[in-house]
């Protein structure tokens, strides 16, 4: 089943003095249980796409479509409201809000859903442990390391039930056994929770963890190609 | 709500020196602010009273053409009965007559302008605090005959002391010139240098023989039970009686009345300043904070935090932090005030001068609960009004900020 579909996706900045064309008429289908992994030089226009599935920009031709429902066209404060309920985010930084606890971060993308005292509790201690920080829940951003905040960052986008996560080189700034570490983790989820999760990288050992990659040339969909990792699974 | 305070107090104190800083200067400016006024109130009301204890009282009745003439033809008609009226009036507590004519002083030295006030001493010493103004001599109450009270700057212009004789010549009631020969029995200071070089105090049963075969007077004195009710006194007044002005101290002495405003306008001066600081502080530090965390709300936003929740949280933050220090300024303000309306503040070293333009050199700050009252809702609405705009400002960050790689 597709649940984020973008159609003849274009993208040209500075239309009016010098345009760049990022995006040029990209069209995919993400399924359900995805392990998505774009990749591509840089410039290809991989932050691009990405902010177009998240909604956090507009394209300037073509739709972005997520569980059936048209978002490209969607007003501004709905469009929050849809964020909040259909789209996980994991950004290269600043993902945490700084004077509140891992555990308080990620209980607070629940309160802004409105969920009860009670879940909320209990799903940011589950999560917390599930990303293995279990014993860091009062710690602070900068009480932790960046591997260690990156999890806590998961597991936030996770606790909101979205449809799907979006990951903009979630392992930029680790190093690579953090790096390798957050892939487990965000791997788990993957295949024993189904949670669908799409990220760019330049990271070639993050690349070989992907089921589908997609390499992005100029803007453009140069390669889409379905791999078997059974071999990774081992984690 | 309850995470958004969270949020709003935790920011707070990320950059406790800034939060400080702007906590300190809110604090002081407003107990400054506050005091001043309370200072100027005080000034302002010591004033006011004193004018009206001393002299002035709460409201004054004269020929309509008495106080800009002078001339002692220009006398009460139909007094006895005025007097009477004011007996049998409860909110009238004590009044005084006074026979007052313009004329001249003669000394050996030379010849001045006077307004020569003739009154019935142990009645102005139950209707006005005159009597305290002596530094020097007696009261006219001591039985001798001809006796006259001068100013202090009149004896420092004219050299003269107690003991010395003094001529005075002015019109009687038929327009006849008469002088007569006073002696100097004490020396008198008010709060006003240029009132005690041109007045002169007689008493008016001598004053009354000089001037005419049966009594005459030129202006009533009354203390009444509430100054507010000065005005419904005189309107009462003017109503009952034809050939006669009856009128409030206000109407009586325009300066006390500019007084009154002028302490107004300077409140609402030292409030503006203190408000346009209050205003620039606030801008100042939270347009700072919200710079440093365009990305952190780009991330709050993209995540799905909406809009109203982010204005929320930074009204939350500025009005918390704004509102504590007024709050602290405000108190230590207000117990500033009480203790000093106690003990008074001394000016002592700043008043040398004060005391010849009319002025204390000891205040007592007063603040009405009516004042504090307007400050508050001021400094309140100028904080929502300030922290408005970096609220707005901050929903315009665009989520694409939290995306951004470097
Ligand atoms: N706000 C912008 N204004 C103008 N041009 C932009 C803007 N954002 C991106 N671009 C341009 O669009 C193109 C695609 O950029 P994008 O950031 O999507 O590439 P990327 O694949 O994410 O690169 P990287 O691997 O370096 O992150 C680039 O040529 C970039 O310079
Ligand atoms: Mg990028």
Redesign the pocket.
Known sequence: MAILQTKNLSKV??PDTVP?H?LRDVSITIDKGEFTSIV??????????LNMLGGLDKPTSGSVWVNGEEITSMKESKLIDFRLHNIGFVFQHYNLIPVFTAHENVSFIMLLQNRSKKEIRERADDLLEQVGLGDRKNARPVQMSGGQQQRVAVARALASEPKFILAD?PTANLDSTSAMNLLDIMNKMNREQNVTFVF?T?DQRVIDRARRVIT?VD?AIHKDEYRDVEETAEN | MKTLLTIAWRNIWRNPARSGVLLAAIVAGLWAGVVTVGIINGLMQQRIDYMIESEITHAQIHHPEFLAEGYSWLYIPDHDEIISRLENDSRVLSFTSRTITDGMLQSPVKTSGVRIRGIDADKERETTTFHENLIEGEYLDSGMSSAILIGQEMAREHSMEIGNRVVLTFEDVNNELISASFNIVGIFRSASTDYDRTNVFIRSEEFIKLLSHKPVYHEIGMMLVHEDLAGEKVADLNDHFAGIKAQTWRQLSPELSMLVELGGVMVIIITMIIMAALAFGILNTMLMALFERMREIGMLISIGMSKLRVFTTIMFESVILTLTGAAAGFLLAWITIGYLSGSGLNLEMFAEGAAQLGWDHIIYPVLTPGEYVIIIIVVVLITLISSLYPAIKGIRINPLEAAK?S
Do not use: D
């Not at chain 1, 591509?40 to 796409?49: A, E, F, H, I, Y």
């Open positions: 900045y500075n760049v990022a591509g030089p840089s410039g290809s226009g991989k932050t691009t796409l080189e760019s330049h992005m803007g | 790689s």
